[in-house]
């Protein structure tokens, strides 16, 4: 017996379920056919068509800020690398598979001043640009779906139907990118007409959402063949700069969807603590549907429950998950009379594994609260198969919450919670800039944070309702301190170990001024001495540069500059940090930094000095 009396309703919750939002699950195989949740090997280069030259398979790749398209390579597996010769142009890369509606995912990295391109089914180029810095991008920027080409139109109008990303969130050259796409095909229908567009479904780069259901009217410029297709080759573009790719995830969806046929339902109005005997209730109303669905004749306002049975014909066997959402109280899934989902609220999750064939379905849907608006959803998903809809999406959502955003037209200052991984600091200003580059300060550790590039604040978690104090940032985010403590520390010899609290040192905030164009410059005690500490934007937008000045520094102070799995020394006085996550460069190129080793970490950490300066590059 389910029983539905424990349920309590969410007043008023987020959007709980978005039907429209599709999850991604992101696999890629090597093989000629390829296949559901494999991974790309770059063991060699055998997933590709005849490969050229200028591709080849690395296992460490860096590039240099000072020199263009240039990378360097180091022996071994895992990375794929274009290197075409100096001042000739290399060829693309096509793959010995085919795919119609893909999920892909990767990490790329670029050398200063590189130009590369992803050509899903070889036709619809997403642009991979070094567009670091770049204030207001275009379609041909980093992240950017490609222009179509007319040349009939005079010069300067041949381009059309670009799409430029959101905000730029690009990445400096020799850092690693991470991008997600999906992207649903073209449709056509049996006689090989095109019924539908090809639609980039979402692209998000480096954790940012840059494009959202962008329909693609035809190929992009330089597409393999100007036609359009059911499928075609992942194609990577190596013509022109040089760039490395590793981590390529992909699902190809090419399995056929399972199909609900047969839909009856029986509406009983009343409201009910447990499932009732629906052998002995009489109902309400009865009828059948074209499809599962919640605009149903009879149902009422109020309280009531509805009983669907159908059938669900499965053509592919597979581990089937299902999310039902029923807004305004509990719903469940019963297939072959085996429970699936259980009623806990307004959301259920389930899984189960089906043999291809016809299997009973029964789904009930409980509304218990008064204001919501009835609407009930159903979505499946199997490896092979890309989250739908199997129920009418033209249903009612949930309230849906207006953001609360706050953006940086001058230099802004927000105080907030802000949290970072495993903390939430209490006491953090926020510092956004007119040059898209910010950053979060811990008033009780005397350090940034984190830094990020793009829009400034959603402070919905803050504002709305009652909120929770704390503020989300709304671009591209770099951690600084994964390790929160204070910048400052007194060790007794370099390899001492940092203390995690503020004990013994006298350590004081001072709060902030502000300059005459709203700039703030920290202060604080520790130690007995007085800091200064002060953030500004780099020139182009590159990062952050940070002063701290010290009044009278004791020999045995040292500053943390940097926490991470891996630090190392690309040149004099530049180091970057964790797996190519960022550059720090020191205003001394000869001071007397320190990369040591404390609890399987590295940090790098050096004496404090009455002035030390470095610039923070992402």
Same mark, same amino acid.
Request: proline share 6%; charged share 20%; net charge negative.
């Given at each position: 017996m389910l029983r539905w009396n424990k349920f309590r309703p969410k007043l008023k919750q987020l959007r709980v379920y978005d039907r429209r939002t599709l999850v991604l699950m992101l696999s890629i195989g090597s093989c000629q056919q390829l296949m559901a949740q494999n991974k790309l090997p770059l063991a060699d280069l055998s997933a590709f068509q005849q490969p050229a030259a200028n591709w080849r398979i690395a296992g460490g790749v860096k590039a240099d800020l000072q020199q263009q398209n240039v990378l360097q390579t180091t022996e071994g597996t895992g990375i794929l690398v274009n290197l075409p010769a100096k001042n000739t142009h290399g060829q693309d890369l096509f793959s010995n598979w085919q795919h119609g509606d893909l999920d892909l995912e990767l990490d790329y990295l670029m050398s200063k001043g590189s130009n590369s391109g992803i050509y899903l089914q070889g036709r619809y180029e997403i642009q991979l640009l070094d567009s670091w810095g770049t204030a207001a991008p275009r379609a041909s920027d980093n992240g950017g779906v490609y222009e179509r080409w007319n040349d009939s139109q005079p010069a300067g109008q041949q381009g059309y139907d670009g799409h430029a990303p959101r905000q730029n969130v690009s990445r400096a050259p020799g850092l690693w990118q991470h991008m997600k796409i999906s992207f649903q095909a073209p449709r056509f229908d049996a006689a090989g007409n095109k019924i539908a567009d090809a639609v980039i479904l979402k692209l998000v780069l480096n954790g940012v959402t840059i494009h959202e259901n962008v329909v693609l009217s035809g190929p992009t410029r330089g597409a393999v063949q100007n036609n359009e297709v059911a499928e075609g080759p992942l194609r990577i573009q190596g013509d022109h700069g040089t760039v490395a790719f590793r981590n390529i995830v992909v699902n190809n969806y090419n399995a056929p969807r399972p199909e609900l046929q047969d839909v009856k339902y029986s509406v009983y109005k009343g409201r009910f603590d447990k499932e009732p005997d629906f052998n002995t209730l009489k109902p309400a109303t009865t009828g059948t549907s074209a499809q599962l669905t919640s605009n149903i004749n009879g149902l009422p306002d109020n309280e009531f429950v509805v009983r669907y049975t159908a059938t669900l014909v499965v053509k592919k066997?597979?581990?089937?998950?299902?999310?039902?959402?029923?807004?305004?109280?509990?719903?469940?899934?019963?297939?072959?009379?085996?429970?699936?989902?259980?009623?806990?609220?307004?959301?259920?999750?389930?899984?189960?594994?089906?043999?291809?064939g016809n299997h009973a379905v029964e789904v009930l849907y409980g509304k218990t609260t008064d204001w919501?608006?009835?609407?009930?959803?159903?979505?499946?998903?199997?490896?092979?198969?890309?989250?739908?809809?199997?129920?009418?999406?033209?249903?009612?959502?949930?309230?849906?919450?207006?953001?609360?955003?706050?953006?940086?037209?001058?230099?802004?200052?927000?105080?907030s919670f802000m949290d970072i991984p495993g903390k939430r600091v209490v006491h953090a200003v926020s510092v956004g800039s007119p040059a898209k580059v910010h950053y979060t300060y811990d008033m009780d550790n005397g350090q940034p944070v984190q830094v990020w590039r793009g829009e400034f604040l959603n402070t919905t978690p803050m504002w709305h309702d009652r909120g929770d104090g704390s503020s989300r940032p709304m671009g591209t985010v770099q951690v600084l301190t994964p390790q929160v403590a204070l910048a400052i520390e007194k060790l007794s010899g370099k390899d001492a170990a940092w203390t995690n609290d503020t004990t013994g040192t006298g350590y004081r905030p001072a709060g902030y001024t502000l300059d005459e164009t709203g700039k703030p410059t920290f202060q604080y005690q520790v130690y007995g001495t007085a800091v200064t500490d002060d953030i500004s934007v780099l020139?182009?937008?590159?990062?952050?540069?940070?002063?701290?000045?010290?009044?009278?520094?004791?020999? *045995?102070?040292?500053?943390?500059? %940097?926490?991470?799995? !891996?630090?190392?020394?690309? #040149?004099?006085?530049?180091?970057?940090?964790?797996?190519?996550?960022?550059?720090?460069?020191? *205003?001394?190129?000869?001071?007397? %930094?320190?990369?040591? !080793?404390?609890?399987?970490? #590295?940090?790098?950490?050096?004496p404090v000095q009455a002035k030390t300066g470095y610039a923070v590059i992402f």
């Open positions: 066997a597979g581990d089937y998950g299902f999310n039902l959402h029923t807004s305004g109280g509990p719903g469940a899934l019963k297939i072959d009379n085996k429970p699936v989902i259980t009623p806990r609220g307004w959301d259920g999750h389930g899984n189960v594994s089906l043999e291809p919501a608006k009835a609407s009930l959803t159903l979505a499946v998903k199997e490896a092979g198969i890309r989250e739908f809809v199997i129920s009418d999406a033209n249903v009612p959502a949930d309230d849906i919450t207006d953001p609360i955003l706050v953006t940086a037209n001058e230099n802004t200052v927000l105080r020139p182009e937008n590159q990062g952050i540069h940070r002063t701290v000045t010290v009044a009278q520094p004791a020999a *045995d102070l040292y500053l943390r500059i %940097a926490v991470a799995d !891996n630090i190392e020394q690309v #040149a004099p006085g530049m180091y970057v940090i964790g797996d190519k996550s960022y550059y720090v460069k020191m *205003d001394d190129t000869k001071a007397n %930094a320190i990369i040591r !080793n404390q609890n399987g970490r #590295a940090e790098l950490i050096m």
